[in-house]
Protein backbone atom coordinates (compact mmCIF):
# COMPACT_ATOMS: atom_id res chain seq x y z
CA UNK A 1 0.00 0.00 0.00
CA UNK A 2 0.90 2.97 -0.72
CA UNK A 3 1.25 5.81 2.28
CA UNK A 4 1.37 9.34 1.98
CA UNK A 5 2.94 10.96 4.63
CA UNK A 6 1.55 14.69 4.83
CA UNK A 7 2.71 17.98 6.94
CA UNK A 8 2.20 19.88 8.73
CA UNK A 9 -0.55 18.43 10.65
CA UNK A 10 -1.78 21.74 11.66
CA UNK A 11 -0.29 25.37 10.89
CA UNK A 12 -1.33 28.70 12.39
CA UNK A 13 -1.27 31.37 9.51
CA UNK A 14 -2.45 35.25 9.33
CA UNK A 15 -4.29 36.81 5.94
CA UNK A 16 -2.18 37.22 3.22
CA UNK A 17 0.59 34.78 4.48
CA UNK A 18 2.00 32.49 2.17
CA UNK A 19 1.43 29.05 3.21
CA UNK A 20 2.46 25.63 1.70
CA UNK A 21 1.97 22.02 2.46
CA UNK A 22 3.35 18.57 1.44
CA UNK A 23 2.67 15.27 1.21
CA UNK A 24 5.45 12.60 0.46
CA UNK A 25 4.33 9.15 -1.09
CA UNK A 26 6.22 6.05 -0.19
CA UNK A 27 7.04 5.23 -3.62
CA UNK A 28 5.56 6.44 -7.06
CA UNK A 29 2.92 7.44 -7.64
CA UNK A 30 3.47 9.78 -11.43
CA UNK A 31 1.38 12.88 -10.71
CA UNK A 32 -1.93 10.86 -9.74
CA UNK A 33 -2.38 13.10 -6.62
CA UNK A 34 -5.00 15.21 -5.57
CA UNK A 35 -5.47 17.77 -3.16
CA UNK A 36 -8.85 18.71 -1.11
CA UNK A 37 -10.00 21.34 0.99
CA UNK A 38 -13.04 20.80 3.79
CA UNK A 39 -14.33 22.80 6.12
CA UNK A 40 -16.04 22.08 9.54
CA UNK A 41 -19.78 19.72 8.80
CA UNK A 42 -19.06 19.65 4.38
CA UNK A 43 -17.85 17.49 2.10
CA UNK A 44 -14.33 17.96 0.76
CA UNK A 45 -13.79 20.03 -1.99
CA UNK A 46 -11.38 19.13 -4.77
CA UNK A 47 -9.07 21.75 -4.96
CA UNK A 48 -5.94 20.46 -7.82
CA UNK A 49 -5.87 17.36 -9.62
CA UNK A 50 -3.05 15.61 -11.69
CA UNK A 51 -0.61 17.38 -8.73
CA UNK A 52 -1.05 20.85 -10.51
CA UNK A 53 -4.55 21.19 -12.33
CA UNK A 54 -6.14 23.56 -10.76
CA UNK A 55 -10.08 22.38 -10.53
CA UNK A 56 -12.67 25.05 -12.33
CA UNK A 57 -13.43 27.81 -10.45
CA UNK A 58 -11.19 27.32 -7.71
CA UNK A 59 -9.16 30.99 -7.32
CA UNK A 60 -5.34 31.10 -8.55
CA UNK A 61 -4.14 31.77 -5.08
CA UNK A 62 -3.80 27.57 -4.55
CA UNK A 63 -1.42 26.23 -6.43
CA UNK A 64 0.56 22.44 -6.58
CA UNK A 65 3.50 20.98 -7.35
CA UNK A 66 5.75 18.08 -7.50
CA UNK A 67 9.37 16.64 -7.19
CA UNK A 68 9.64 13.12 -7.30
CA UNK A 69 7.94 11.53 -4.45
CA UNK A 70 7.11 15.08 -2.69
CA UNK A 71 4.14 17.22 -3.62
CA UNK A 72 3.32 20.41 -2.35
CA UNK A 73 -0.13 22.70 -2.07
CA UNK A 74 0.61 26.34 -1.95
CA UNK A 75 -1.70 29.34 -0.95
CA UNK A 76 -0.06 31.92 -2.36
CA UNK A 77 -1.70 34.94 -0.24
CA UNK A 78 -4.09 33.22 2.38
CA UNK A 79 -7.44 34.40 2.52
CA UNK A 80 -10.48 34.14 5.49
CA UNK A 81 -12.37 31.81 3.62
CA UNK A 82 -8.83 29.48 3.28
CA UNK A 83 -9.10 28.42 7.03
CA UNK A 84 -9.76 25.27 6.97
CA UNK A 85 -8.55 21.60 6.63
CA UNK A 86 -6.38 20.21 3.75
CA UNK A 87 -5.63 16.58 2.48
CA UNK A 88 -3.92 15.01 -0.50
CA UNK A 89 -5.00 11.94 -1.88
CA UNK A 90 -3.35 9.49 -4.11
CA UNK A 91 -4.98 7.74 -6.78
CA UNK A 92 -2.13 6.10 -8.55
CA UNK A 93 -3.05 2.41 -7.39
CA UNK A 94 -5.28 0.52 -4.84
CA UNK A 95 -5.97 1.57 -1.63
CA UNK A 96 -6.44 4.53 -2.32
CA UNK A 97 -5.28 6.85 0.26
CA UNK A 98 -5.05 9.99 1.65
CA UNK A 99 -2.74 11.61 3.57
CA UNK A 100 -3.40 12.95 7.44
CA UNK A 101 -4.11 16.42 7.10
CA UNK A 102 -3.41 19.78 7.40
CA UNK A 103 -5.66 22.07 9.68
CA UNK A 104 -5.12 25.74 8.68
CA UNK A 105 -5.74 28.00 11.49
CA UNK A 106 -6.21 31.62 12.28
CA UNK A 107 -2.57 33.34 14.37
CA UNK B 1 -25.01 20.11 -12.04
CA UNK B 2 -24.15 16.79 -10.21
CA UNK B 3 -25.98 15.65 -7.58
CA UNK B 4 -25.25 12.96 -4.86
CA UNK B 5 -27.68 12.00 -2.10
CA UNK B 6 -26.82 9.69 0.44
CA UNK B 7 -28.88 7.95 2.91
CA UNK B 8 -29.48 5.01 4.67
CA UNK B 9 -27.22 5.87 7.77
CA UNK B 10 -28.51 5.48 11.48
CA UNK B 11 -27.67 4.59 15.11
CA UNK B 12 -26.33 0.72 14.96
CA UNK B 13 -25.40 -2.18 17.47
CA UNK B 14 -22.06 -3.45 16.90
CA UNK B 15 -22.42 -6.66 15.65
CA UNK B 16 -25.70 -5.30 13.38
CA UNK B 17 -26.13 -4.05 9.76
CA UNK B 18 -26.88 -1.52 7.18
CA UNK B 19 -27.23 -0.56 3.74
CA UNK B 20 -25.99 2.82 2.79
CA UNK B 21 -27.46 4.12 -0.60
CA UNK B 22 -26.22 7.09 -2.98
CA UNK B 23 -28.49 8.75 -5.26
CA UNK B 24 -26.70 10.09 -8.40
CA UNK B 25 -28.24 12.80 -11.02
CA UNK B 26 -25.90 14.96 -13.28
CA UNK B 27 -23.71 12.97 -14.95
CA UNK B 28 -24.25 9.40 -16.70
CA UNK B 29 -23.93 7.22 -13.64
CA UNK B 30 -22.80 3.88 -15.65
CA UNK B 31 -20.25 5.28 -17.15
CA UNK B 32 -18.28 6.05 -13.77
CA UNK B 33 -16.70 3.97 -10.88
CA UNK B 34 -18.35 4.60 -8.13
CA UNK B 35 -16.63 4.94 -4.54
CA UNK B 36 -17.21 5.09 -0.75
CA UNK B 37 -14.63 7.41 1.63
CA UNK B 38 -15.74 7.63 5.20
CA UNK B 39 -14.65 10.09 7.86
CA UNK B 40 -14.56 9.21 12.05
CA UNK B 41 -15.41 12.06 14.24
CA UNK B 42 -12.88 14.14 14.47
CA UNK B 43 -10.62 12.26 12.13
CA UNK B 44 -9.33 12.47 8.51
CA UNK B 45 -11.02 11.10 5.21
CA UNK B 46 -10.54 7.02 4.71
CA UNK B 47 -11.07 5.35 1.52
CA UNK B 48 -13.69 2.32 1.86
CA UNK B 49 -14.40 0.75 -1.72
CA UNK B 50 -14.95 1.25 -5.06
CA UNK B 51 -16.84 0.35 -8.12
CA UNK B 52 -15.87 0.06 -11.43
CA UNK B 53 -18.48 1.01 -14.09
CA UNK B 54 -20.34 -2.34 -15.25
CA UNK B 55 -19.66 -3.52 -11.95
CA UNK B 56 -16.81 -5.77 -13.12
CA UNK B 57 -14.44 -5.35 -10.42
CA UNK B 58 -14.49 -3.99 -6.97
CA UNK B 59 -12.02 -2.96 -4.22
CA UNK B 60 -12.00 -2.39 -0.56
CA UNK B 61 -9.78 -0.82 2.34
CA UNK B 62 -8.32 -4.21 4.35
CA UNK B 63 -10.34 -2.43 7.56
CA UNK B 64 -13.89 -3.35 5.75
CA UNK B 65 -12.85 -6.28 3.62
CA UNK B 66 -15.41 -9.11 4.05
CA UNK B 67 -17.48 -7.39 5.90
CA UNK B 68 -18.96 -4.37 3.05
CA UNK B 69 -19.92 -4.69 0.08
CA UNK B 70 -20.77 -2.37 -2.76
CA UNK B 71 -22.89 -2.58 -5.59
CA UNK B 72 -24.50 -0.73 -8.27
CA UNK B 73 -28.13 0.02 -9.97
CA UNK B 74 -27.18 1.59 -13.34
CA UNK B 75 -31.17 1.66 -13.88
CA UNK B 76 -31.40 3.58 -10.90
CA UNK B 77 -28.50 6.08 -10.86
CA UNK B 78 -27.79 4.36 -7.43
CA UNK B 79 -24.78 3.23 -5.35
CA UNK B 80 -25.11 1.14 -2.42
CA UNK B 81 -23.02 -0.10 0.32
CA UNK B 82 -23.87 -3.14 2.73
CA UNK B 83 -22.28 -2.57 5.73
CA UNK B 84 -22.16 -6.60 7.85
CA UNK B 85 -20.95 -7.01 11.53
CA UNK B 86 -20.66 -3.45 11.78
CA UNK B 87 -17.97 -2.55 14.92
CA UNK B 88 -17.28 0.62 17.10
CA UNK B 89 -14.86 1.49 14.47
CA UNK B 90 -16.50 1.71 11.54
CA UNK B 91 -18.59 5.22 13.23
CA UNK B 92 -18.32 7.64 11.01
CA UNK B 93 -19.81 10.03 7.87
CA UNK B 94 -19.82 8.19 5.19
CA UNK B 95 -19.52 9.82 1.52
CA UNK B 96 -20.58 8.50 -1.84
CA UNK B 97 -18.23 10.24 -5.27
CA UNK B 98 -17.65 9.41 -8.55
CA UNK B 99 -13.96 8.34 -9.49
CA UNK B 100 -11.95 9.14 -12.20
CA UNK B 101 -8.36 7.53 -12.67
CA UNK B 102 -6.86 10.40 -13.95
CA UNK B 103 -8.62 13.25 -11.61
CA UNK B 104 -9.67 11.52 -8.23
CA UNK B 105 -13.16 12.52 -6.94
CA UNK B 106 -14.35 15.22 -8.23
CA UNK B 107 -17.76 15.49 -6.47
CA UNK B 108 -19.09 14.46 -2.97
CA UNK B 109 -22.34 13.61 -1.86
CA UNK B 110 -23.12 15.43 1.71
CA UNK B 111 -22.48 12.22 3.76
CA UNK B 112 -24.66 9.93 5.84
CA UNK B 113 -23.67 9.52 9.58
CA UNK B 114 -22.94 5.82 10.79
CA UNK B 115 -23.29 5.30 14.32
CA UNK B 116 -22.20 2.09 15.52
CA UNK B 117 -22.96 1.77 19.86
CA UNK B 118 -24.51 -0.01 22.09
Known amino acids: DIQMTQSPSSLSASVGDRVTITCRAS??????LGWYQQKPGKAPKRLIY???SLQDGVPSRFGGSESGTEFTLTISSLQPEDFATYYCLQYNSYPLTFGGGTKVEIK | EVHLVESGGGLVQPGGSLRLSCAASGFTFSNYFMSWVRQAPGKGLDWVSL????????YYADSVKGRFTISRDDSKSTLYLQMNSLRADDTAVYYCAPYSSTSGFGYWGQGTPVTVSS
Open chain 1, 27 to 32: QGIKND
Open chain 1, 50 to 52: AAS
Open chain 2, 51 to 58: ITNSAVTT
